[in-house]
């Protein structure tokens, strides 16, 4: 499957939100469920655990309709944070065209962060691919948390952010920064329409 | 009416809407009166189809001079004509406008309902185009949409190039506010430009006069404008919530704006349709940008001539190219094919013409043929390969001859020289030289021979003493190493071709290389040819071909049915091999006949179904055969055969002298 399809005339995005456990990803999506018109959003697909945690992943597919011509569908997917489900994250990992890692901002969880996006690394090396070519944008999930329990964006980026992505501060829960995150993660996938490889795992 | 200087390709921004129309500008005004004429550019009001059309005059004007420009809105020429007709001067007016090279009329939409401009100028696009001069119009519509517009006249403007100008996209109209911050010396701070290229003007006009206020406000404030104050300035909406209160994010590729936690999100229809948005430009700059570079291209190239296979085969391709490169590749190539037939031109100027240079995907083709030019030995033209000594049926009648043959074939220059084979038209003559050819080039590859008719050498000597490159045609064949001349009786009274020929000859027979000619008739008997010539043949062998008798006829015919998969029953070959004909093409006629006439479900040919097909269908025939003998029409038609019917009786006086006896 690649990115863009001239025979059939379809572009097809496939984005998967990354990042520690409780750290906002499915937030995120179902933010961005809500904001979609009924018309152009699939069935999002959420298995749960009775305590509100992604047991396997999440699936938003939407239908973007007809772009210059092209049926383009952006597919949304999360992976459960938990550090124990490691194969369910690098399944769904599979033929990502761009990765948002949802951080969290809070100063205890700053560990969490830092595992997590080595184990994207990690999961992204294993099939092979290099993590500069893949589209990638960071969010500062929670920045509406009281000042002494988070980092500020600085530290974060001081953190995290050692490839000098764009970053974007957020409040998934009132839906801050989520669209700002989308669109900037849409914009960095397309961008590589023109460069003939997709940058796809696996 | 004189053209703005404003108004020139330097000053025109060009993007994905309007890069079609330029490319098609651009060629007119770099050839005018041979690409697209006329051209008619349609777009809405202020996307630049004035500075278009102004371009092209002047571009043309700089590349040659001399030329007429003249550019005149509908109106001016409506005024201008009812002038000359009022004063008594409409034929003057109209010998003047069509003496100019490129005729720019702007606005013809304003043509609507005014019956006799129409009708004025259909006749003056008609006369431009019979002197090859160039005309291009624009209008806010095609022509098929102007109102009550003559049809004679829509056929006439959409005969050329019909393009259209789309509104800028967002690097359009971006790249329009930088040149204008640019003229004005405005320096914006960052993202501003990009925040006002994000509302979208109707027109570049609109945009310009956005850019201007723009302009004008950052002179009078105090501090620079931000990108929301420029957004809230020119869209009169209040600016968005300052960022300075929100945490600051370090600068990414794409401006980061900063959400205030404390504010409740944005009503959700923004969020999705500006999530739409952004992916709706990035397909479009992505997907479209190169698509439009390639057409471009296309355009540009068919335009002058060039084959495009290569390009169209791109907008094909499932993935997407490397254009650029690509494009470049393409651009080299034809760079090289130029200078290819410049190189051309020097030796051979009808050659510098030819289609070899104008494919890019065989340059190498060009290049190798050029060389050959270049030195003079483009080879003469070469037997025909399907002509060999296998497909030669060898028989009673023409068994020396194909000995001779195929003695020259084995030491060419040494034994025979020159072979000169005679006989009627249709015994094989020509069959015979080309299998000399092709053994000549099979014994020693490599070995140039030049197998032409006579027709077609005198024809190429005519174009070449008008080309003025005799010369070059003289070492042409000076440097073949054989040279096998097809009925060399229609030379006869082509005094300047035989004199070549007489020279060639010489050159040929001084350096022993071998010539083998065919005629109609022996040497002597030759009329029209001079004699010098004629002695020249005479000294060499001289074979005649007789007509193939009945057992080469059965055998030709055989492998013509059987090259036609054609299974031939008892009898067939023999009753094919009776019949009359002097010459192998008159036994494939036959067969011919007969095989078109046979049933294709039938699987094997009978004699009867030759018969049929020969001789059956002759109503005269039978008309005769029934007068003659009584016998009723519609019998067995074995019995209505020509050949059954003595056609010619013996001379009875010879009768008479053998009764004698």
Redesign the interface.
Known sequence: MSLVNFTTREITCKIVYYGPGRSGKTTNLQYIYDQVPDDRRGRMVSLATQTDRTLFFDFLPLDLGSISGFTTKFQLYTVPGQVYYNATRKLVLQGADGVVFVADSQARQLDENIESLQNLHQNILEYGVDIRTVPMVLQWNKQDLPRDLILAPEELDDALNFRALSAYPADALHGNGVFETLKAISAEVLRKLSQGATGRQG | MDLNPRFRFETFIVGAGNRLATSAARAVAESPGSVYNPLFIYAKSGLGKTHLLQAIGFEAQAQQPALRVQYVTLEEFVEQYHAAVAAGQSDAFRRGAQEVDVFLLDDVQFLADRREMQSELLRLSEALQARGRQLVLTSDRPPAEIRDLDDRLITRLSGGLLVDVAPPDFETRLAILRRKAEERSVVMAPGVLEAVAEISAANVRELIGLGNRLIAFQSVGESPLTPEGARALLTGEAPAGRSAD?????P???P??????????AS??D??S???S???Q???R?????KGRVGEAIVRWQGQGYKTARLEALL????????EAILAAYEADVVQLRSLAETTARFDSAAAGSARFKDPDHVAEAQAWVERVREGTAPPPAPSGALGFAELIVGAANDAVARAAAAVAQEPGQRYNPLVIVGPAGVGKTHLLHAIGNALVAARPGTVVACVSAQVFFEELVSAIHGERADWWRRRYRGADALLLDDVHLLAGRERTQEELFNLFNAFQDANKQLVFTADRLPSQLEGIAPRLVSRFSEGLVVELAPPDREMRAEMARRLLAAQHVSAGPGVIEYLASRPADGARAVADLVTRVVQSIDPTHETLTVVMARLALEGESGRVSAVLAAVSGVPDGIDPLLRSREKVVWDWPDIGDRLIEDFR
């Open positions: 929100g945490p600051e994010v370090r990414g590729p794409a980061a704006p900063t959400p205030a936690p404390q504010e409740s999100a959700p229809s969020d999705f500006s999530f739409l952004v992916v709706a990035s397909v479009a992505q997907l479209e940008a190169w094909e391709r499932g993935d997407i190219p490397d254009v």
